[in-house]
C-alpha cells in the first residue's frame, strides 16, 4: 500500500530568469497598465500583445499556452513577468495532477481525477478550454509538468488581473503531508503540503505559500473555489474557518484563525474549498467508487454529486460527497473482504482508512446557499 506523504531533504534552487522585467505602460484602447518586455515595444490591442526576440514566438497564445517564466525568489513579493496579457475571461481554472510515475509512490487516479474535472468544468460550468490550465505529466511540454516552480507559477497566473465577476478554480490531485509548525499560526499546530512532482528534493508546497498567493490577493467580487484531492488536506488553503457536519446536516463553523493573528482571509473576495479529508486523515484513491478506473475518492464524489442532482446548495454537496465515501468504506466493512476502494493513499500512514470530505472557507456562510462556479 502507498501512501500520500513525502519525506523531503534539500530544495533545488530556481533556475536564473533569462527574462527581464520591464516598465509597465498604458494599453491606449483600455487604458489600463500592461507589462512590457524588452527589446522593443509590442504591437498592442486591449491587452493583447505580440512579443519578438528573446522570444522564439511571435503571435498570440491562449491562455493555456503561455508560456511561463522563472519566479523570482521567495517570498514571492511581487508577480512574476509574464508573456502577453490575453483578452480577459470571466472564468480560469488551474488543474493538477501528480502521478509520480515509475516511483513507489506512484498513484493511478490523479491523472483520471485531472479529466474529469476539466470536462466537468467545460460541459457542466461553461468554463472555456482555453482557459484552463493543465499541469501533468502526461503534457508534452515540460512547463505543463507539476513541479513545484510549475505549480507555483500557474497558481499566480489564476489569479493574476482577476476582477470583480471573475470565478477562478483551482484543483489538485495527488499526494499531501503534514509537518509540525512551531510559529504559532496554526490551530492544530501543524503545516498541510502538497508534494509536487519534484517532492524528493524538498519541493513541497505549504498551506502557508497557496494562501498567499491565491486567498489573500482576492478582491471584492472574485470568487476562488479550491478542491484538493489529497491525504492532510482538511486546511490546505489556511482558510479561516472550516464546517463541520454530522450525519443529520446539522452543522457548524469552527474558527481557524491563526492564534498568531495572521490574517488567513482575503482582500475582499471569497474563498471556498472542498477537500479529500480532514488534517489527520488520509484520502484514498478508489476504483470501487467508478467500477471501471482508479479515481481520487474525494474528486470522484464530488463529480457524482453534480452529476445525481446533488449539487443544488453547499450543504448538499458535502453531506453527498461524506455518504458516497461512508457508503464505500461500510459495503467494504459489511461483505468482510478486503477494501477495494482502498487501492493507495495520499499521505502519510494513520491509523484506520475513514476520510471525510471537509468544507473551509474565508468566510462563515448558510449551507443552503446555492452552488456556482
Given amino acids: 500500500m502507498i501512501f500520500r506523504t513525502m519525506i523531503t531533504t534539500s530544495s533545488l534552487p530556481l533556475p536564473s530568469d533569462s527574462l527581464t522585467m520591464s516598465m509597465p505602460v498604458q494599453c491606449s484602447k483600455c487604458h489600463k497598465n500592461v507589462q512590457l518586455l524588452p527589446p522593443g515595444p509590442p504591437s498592442m490591442c486591449c491587452h493583447v500583445a505580440t512579443y519578438t526576440a528573446p522570444y522564439s514566438y511571435s503571435h498570440h497564445y491562449p491562455p493555456h499556452q503561455l508560456p511561463l517564466t522563472a519566479l523570482p525568489p521567495p517570498p514571492y513579493s511581487h508577480l512574476p513577468p509574464r508573456p502577453p496579457l490575453f483578452a480577459r ?3 480560469r481554472a488551474v ?5 509520480y510515475k515509475n516511483s513507489k509512490h506512484e498513484l493511478k487516479g490523479c491523472i483520471n481525477d485531472a479529466n474529469c474535472m476539466r470536462y466537468l468544468l467545460v460541459n457542466r460550468f461553461h468554463f472555456p478550454e482555453s482557459s484552463i490550465l493543465m499541469l501533468t505529466e502526461e503534457e508534452a511540454d515540460p512547463d505543463r509538468h507539476p513541479s513545484k516552480q510549475n505549480m507555483i507559477k500557474a497558481l499566480y497566473w489564476l489569479v493574476q488581473d482577476c476582477q470583480p465577476g471573475d470565478s477562478l478554480v483551482f484543483h489538485y490531485s495527488g499526494h499531501g503531508k503534514r ?18 512532482l519534484d517532492f524528493k528534493t524538498g519541493e513541497l508546497i505549504s498551506d502557508n505559500e497557496i494562501n498567499a498567493i491565491i486567498v489573500r490577493p482576492l478582491p471584492h467580487g472574485v470568487k476562488l473555489h479550491a478542491f ?21 446536516k446539522r452543522y457548524l463553523w469552527e474558527d481557524h484563525r491563526p492564534p498568531s493573528g495572521v490574517w488567513k482571509g482575503t482582500n475582499g473576495g471569497k474563498a471556498i474549498c472542498f477537500s479529500g479529508c480532514d488534517d489527520h486523515q488520509t484520502s484514498a484513491d478508489a476504483s470501487a ?11 470522484f464524489s464530488f463529480i457524482q454529486a453534480i452529476e445525481h442532482g446533488h449539487g443544488t446548495t453547499y450543504g448538499d454537496i458535502l453531506s453527498s460527497m461524506q455518504y458516497t465515501i461512508r457508503n464505500a468504506e461500510n459495503e467494504d466493512t459489511a461483505t468482510g473482504t478486503s477494501p477495494p476502494l482502498i487501492m493507495t493513499r495520499r499521505g502519510s500512514l494513520a491509523a484506520g482508512f475513514t476520510q471525510e470530505p471537509q468544507l473551509t472557507a474565508s468566510e462563515k456562510f448558510k449551507l443552503k446557499k446555492p452552488f456556482s462556479l
Wanted: proline letters at 5%; one cysteine or more; charged letters at 20%.
Fill in 89 to 91: 475571461v470571466c472564468k
Fill in 179 to 196: 509537518k509540525k509548525n512551531n510559529t504559532g499560526d496554526e490551530v492544530d499546530g501543524y503545516d498541510e503540503y502538497l508534494c509536487p
Fill in 95 to 99: 488543474i493538477c495532477a501528480v502521478s
Fill in 289 to 299: 467508487l467508478s467500477n471501471t478506473t482508479p479515481t481520487g475518492a474525494m474528486t
Fill in 228 to 248: 484538493i484531492d489529497a491525504c492532510h488536506s482538511g486546511t490546505a488553503l489556511d482558510l479561516p474557518f472550516l464546517c463541520r457536519m454530522d450525519r443529520s
